[in-house]
């Protein structure tokens, strides 16, 4: 990657001394390039060139912080290789036009992180032509809009001569809505961009030289401490500004802002300050809190993405979801919209896609949703478009109980729908129709390699259909025995590969039976398997429907030498009785713990709590659910046994592995 001819360099800068040797001056030219390099080095936002004809020439420092590829790589056209394969194509396509005709370039698509996760961004291109009116370059930004709260620029080191500073200056402050600023040490604005005057209430140039004070005389003591610091070499970010609007004093108005201090060979000679205006966030805040959060019916807002952006307690009351767990999903995908008849929603009737309407919104009076817990909802709802700004739009969708009558229509089909899963259960178990994936359990600190075999059932048009749409209805209806036996049956003969361990997870049906225990026996001596290489399952909550069988059902299998997992561990209520009471080799810590580990402190404390304990009782630790490097390096650190999660490997047919 190039990294020559962007923005000069700190060695190439001067400064003029006062005559009595004093605190360096600010000259014009200097001031350019200081106030560029500052912005580069102070706002969290991604900035590239590429040559006239599109090929990616330069990515800045938070570029390749986000991608993890190093400065040294030559992106070209390789670019794409960032961007999510559902975007790649619009992108490549808008890209190609824009270096066509030379238009700006406007796009929101996903990029990849470092560690594999996508986040949506806005970019924006404009050309920079010479003389002659030839495209030179062309200089972008990239804002990250995942979460639409972090608006400010990231701009990081480079290399440019003077004239071409001011212009990648004058394209950021056109592009982005950031209000910029830099000050000398006696705290006297030095430059500041159209934006952040116009919020200070008067022209730019009624705004050079004069003291911050004095511009703004009622958050000066709020501020002058931060300047104080800043100057002392200290960087403040995100202090929450709040003041009379200039242009409408009954309307307050609130910026987010950050205070960097400005170097010129390793001396401070200013503040540089970056605000984000951050009222209608604010505003919508307070409306949610004194409105919606006090409203009897189920609300929720989705953004002009269809991901959920607001949930109000009567909401998560009848969904049976948190907003923290719904937070960032799409509704349509996690709550399964469906009619009160069974069937799935049409389409154009979803509220999902009432976020691009521009005009009316639709009420439907027959409708329902799958809950959290599985259960069917029966709810009456309406939606309309919702815009937050001049450009984002929404859809803000009002929900409510319908009749009891209509919940009793719900419970009747149901049932019809899994006796209908009855007939498709035996007929698969008839036809053989029923495989088994695997998914490595990866050691951490050591130990045997081991695979948890999950179950999948074979539909007639070859669809790969998962348990939990066909296991509550064969529990039901007395069909889960016949389909724990044939789970045994496999395992014993995949174990007997000696491959490693193998873990099998069993129903809490078929643990009271009393022919079981004989079963898996005969079955470890036919197939000639090493008991101690098959390890079974046991979720908490089967044990707790009979403590005194599940007891004795451990007992039984730690006698034939197999191991014992008790699966979903924390989330019973008598977890400290089992291990003293029970033969278990394992603990599997459940998927609700450890996929919010790093964002959330509680369960990180729920972790250590349960290592703590398997090694007070000399027991082995699984994680599941390990979705991103950043939980495996958290799980390694506390000591945690094993892990399983797409991050590792996702489940596949056992012939693949």
């Given at each position: ?13 001067t ?7 004093g ?93 594999g ?37 990231a ?20 592009a982005?809505?950031?209000g ?57 970010s995100?202090?929450?500004v709040s ?21 010129i ?21 307070e409306?949610r ?45 996690t ?18 896609l ?23 909802f ?13 450009t ?14 209509k ?14 899963w ?16 695997s998914?490595?359990?990866?050691p ?74 004989p ?26 429907q009979d ?11 730690a ?23 029970l ?17 959330h ?12 304990l ?19 390096t ?6 945690v ?17």
């Open positions: 990657m190039r990294t020559d001819g962007l923005l000069m360099t700190p060695s190439s800068l400064a003029t001394a006062q005559p009595d040797g605190a360096r001056q600010l000259d014009g030219a200097v001031l350019d390039r200081q106030y560029a390099e500052m912005i580069v080095e102070s706002i969290p936002h991604i900035v590239w060139t590429t040559s006239p004809d599109g090929a990616t020439t330069y990515f800045n420092r938070q570029g390749t912080d986000y991608t993890g590829c190093p400065r040294e790589t030559n992106y070209e056209w390789n670019w794409v290789t960032l961007v999510h394969p559902d975007d790649a194509e619009r992108a490549l396509r808008a890209w190609q036009h824009a270096t066509m005709t030379g238009e700006d370039f406007s796009l929101e698509y996903r990029i990849r992180r470092f560690d996760v996508f986040r949506w961004h806005c970019f924006r291109a404009s050309p920079v032509r010479d003389a002659a009116g030839e495209i030179e370059l062309w200089i972008g930004t990239a804002t990250d809009v995942e979460d639409q709260k972090q608006l400010e620029l701009l990081r080191r480079a290399d440019r001569e003077v004239t071409e500073t001011v212009t990648l200056l004058q394209s950021i402050e056109v982005t809505p950031v910029f600023k830099l000050v000398d040490r006696d705290l006297r604005v030095v430059r500041i961009n159209q934006m952040l005057a116009d919020l200070e209430g008067c022209a730019v140039e009624e705004c050079i030289g004069r003291p911050v004070a004095e511009l703004v005389p009622d958050l000066w003591p709020q501020l002058e401490n931060v300047y104080r610091r800043v100057l002392a070499g200290e960087a403040v995100n202090v929450d003041r009379p609007s200039a242009a409408d004093p009954q309307r307050m108005r609130h910026w987010l802002a950050s205070y960097y201090p400005v170097r060979d390793g001396e401070i000679v200013g503040v540089g300050n970056v605000v984000v205006d951050i009222t209608e966030r604010k505003e919508a805040e409306f809190a004194v409105v919606m959060d006090n409203m009897a019916e189920g609300l929720y807002t989705l953004d002009a993405d269809g991901l959920l952006t607001y949930l109000n307690p009567a909401a998560e009351s009848m969904l049976g979801w948190t907003e923290r767990e719904l937070r960032g999903k799409s509704m349509h995908a709550v399964h919209f469906q009619r009160a008849d069974g069937n799935k929603v049409p389409a154009e009737e979803c509220p999902l009432q976020v691009r309407t521009q005009g009316r919104g639709i009420r439907i009076l027959d409708d329902a949703f799958t809950r959290k817990d599985g259960s069917i029966p709810v009456a709802y309406s939606s309309a478009p919702l815009r937050s700004g001049p984002s739009q929404g859809v803000v969708v009002v929900f409510r109980d319908i009749t009891e009558e919940k009793e229509q719900a419970a009747t089909r149901r049932e019809l729908d899994a006796l209908t009855v007939g498709r259960i035996r007929d698969a178990l008839d036809e053989d129709r029923f495989v088994l994936y998914q490595p359990i990866v951490l600190a050591g130990g045997r390699p081991s695979e948890e075999l999950l179950l999948r059932m074979i539909g007639r048009d070859n669809e790969v259909i998962l348990p939990g749409s066909f296991l509550p209805a064969a529990e039901k209806y007395g069909l889960i025995g016949e389909i724990d036996r044939w789970v045994i049956t496999q395992a014993t003969r995949h174990a007997a590969t000696g491959r490693g361990v193998i873990e099998a997870n069993l129903s809490a049906a078929s643990i009271g039976t009393s022919d079981l225990l079963f898996i026996d005969q079955q470890i001596r036919e197939a000639h398997a090493n008991p101690a290489d098959l390890v079974f399952e046991i979720t908490e909550t089967a044990l707790m403590i005194t069988a599940g007891e004795a059902f451990a007992r039984g299998l006698a034939l030498g197999c191991g014992v997992a008790l699966d979903d561990f924390g989330t019973g209520f008598g977890s400290f009785t089992y291990l003293q009471k033969p278990i080799s394992h603990l599997k810590i459940d998927i609700e713990f450890v996929r919010d580990l790093v964002t402190p509680d369960n990180l404390h729920v972790v250590k709590a349960i290592v703590s398997a090694r007070a009782f000399g027991l082995q630790t699984i994680a599941e659910g390990v979705e991103d490097e950043q939980i495996l958290v799980l390694r650190a506390e000591g046994d094993f892990a399983q999660g797409f991050h590792l490997d996702r489940p596949g047919p056992i012939s693949d592995y």
